[in-house]
C-alpha cells in the first residue's frame, strides 16, 4: 500500500492497525492522535473526511510516523504537540509529555480558588512545557503568572507554547527557589518524583524518551519535595496554598516532609479518578 496516493483516511487508519496490531502499548488512540494532529483534522472531522483521499505528501509522513511509533516513540513526540486542559502544546524530548492526570490538579487548584477573586500570584515550578502555568492562565486570565525551571531548553518550549496561545507568562531559570525572591498566593509544583529503584514498574517508551531531569528525583524520588518545603513558608504569602502532584505510593511521605517544614499548615489529599494517590494540599 506505500506509495499510492489514492488511499482515503479510512484506508490509511485501517492500514495503521494492522502494522501496530499484537504491538503493546500502542492502541487505535495513538493512531488516530497521530492522524488528526498531521491532517490538522478534530476526531469529528476526521469522520467526515473518512472516504477523503489523503494528500500523497501526508501518507507518507503518517506511515513514517507508524514506524517511529512501532518502534517506541511517544505519539506526542512524533508530530512534536500535545493536548493539555483544551490547549495544544508544542513538545519536544526536552520536555516531560503531560499527563491526563495534572489536569485534575488544574481542576482542584481551580476549585479551591474559586472565592479568592482578583489577581492571585502564582508560581509554577518545574514547569516543563508550561502546561500547568498556562491553562492556568488561560482559565484565570487576570492571575499573575510565573513559571520556573531548571532547564533551559525546557523553558524554550514553554516560552514558545506561551508565545502561541498568546498568554502572558514570566519564566524564570530556576533550581526550585534559587532565583525566586518574590511571595505568592498560589505555588503548584509537579516535579520529578519517580525513585531510581521504580524503573521496573515504569513503561519502557517513558524510559527511553522523556527526560531524566523531568522524571527521576533522588531519596526514593522525594529530594525535590524537601527541597519545595524547605522554601515553602518564605515564598507564600498568609493563607497562600501549595498544590504538589505525588507518585502513587507517596502520600504519607509528601505528608509528613510538609507537616514538619510547616507544623502550622493545613495538609489535605486528593486522590485521582482512578483512586490512586495523587495531589497534596498545604495551606499556610
Do not use: C
Not at 518502534?71 to 509529555?97: E, H, K, N, W
Not at 481551580?110 to 500570584?121: C, I, N, P
Amino acid at each position: 500500500m506505500n506509495n499510492s496516493n489514492n488511499v482515503t483516511y479510512f484506508e490509511a487508519r485501517k492500514w495503521a492497525s494492522f502494522r501496530v496490531k499484537g504491538t503493546s502499548n500502542i492502541d487505535m488512540y495513538d493512531v488516530d492522535f497521530i492522524l488528526r494532529h498531521r491532517a490538522h483534522l478534530s476526531a469529528t472531522q476526521l469522520l467526515i473526511n473518512y472516504q477523503h483521499k489523503m494528500p500523497n505528501d501526508l501518507w507518507q509522513t503518517f506511515q513514517e510516523d507508524i514506524s517511529q511509533l512501532i518502534a517506541g516513540m511517544p505519539p506526542q513526540y512524533i508530530v512534536g504537540q500535545a493536548d493539555f486542559y483544551g490547549l495544544t502544546l508544542t513538545v519536544s524530548p526536552a520536555v516531560l509529555i503531560p499527563r491526563v492526570e495534572t489536569e485534575e490538579l488544574v481542576d482542584w487548584i481551580l476549585a479551591e480558588t474559586q472565592q479568592e477573586s482578583g489577581q492571585l500570584s502564582v508560581l509554577d515550578i518545574g514547569t516543563g512545557s508550561g502546561a500547568i502555568a498556562l491553562a492556568l492562565k488561560k482559565q484565570r486570565s487576570q492571575w499573575q503568572m510565573t513559571a520556573s525551571d531548571i532547564s533551559n531548553a525546557a523553558l524554550q518550549v514553554a516560552k514558545s507554547n506561551a508565545d502561541q496561545l498568546n498568554l502572558k507568562v514570566k519564566f524564570i531559570n530556576s533550581d526550585v527557589f534559587e532565583q525566586i525572591d518574590s511571595q505568592f498566593d498560589v505555588i503548584v509544583s509537579n516535579p520529578p518524583y519517580i525513585s531510581h529503584s521504580e524503573t521496573n514498574y515504569m513503561d519502557q517508551s517513558v524510559i527511553h524518551n522523556e527526560p531524566d531531569l523531568a522524571l527521576y528525583a533522588e531519596e526514593n524520588g522525594l529530594a525535590i519535595y524537601k527541597r519545595i518545603a524547605a522554601g515553602a513558608a518564605a515564598h507564600l504569602k498568609p493563607g497562600g496554598r501549595l498544590f504538589v502532584e505525588i507518585g502513587f505510593h507517596q502520600e504519607s511521605a509528601v505528608v509528613a516532609i510538609f507537616s514538619k517544614a510547616m507544623p502550622t499548615a493545613t495538609i489535605s489529599v486528593k486522590h485521582d479518578v482512578t483512586g490512586h494517590q495523587r495531589m497534596v494540599q498545604v495551606k499556610k
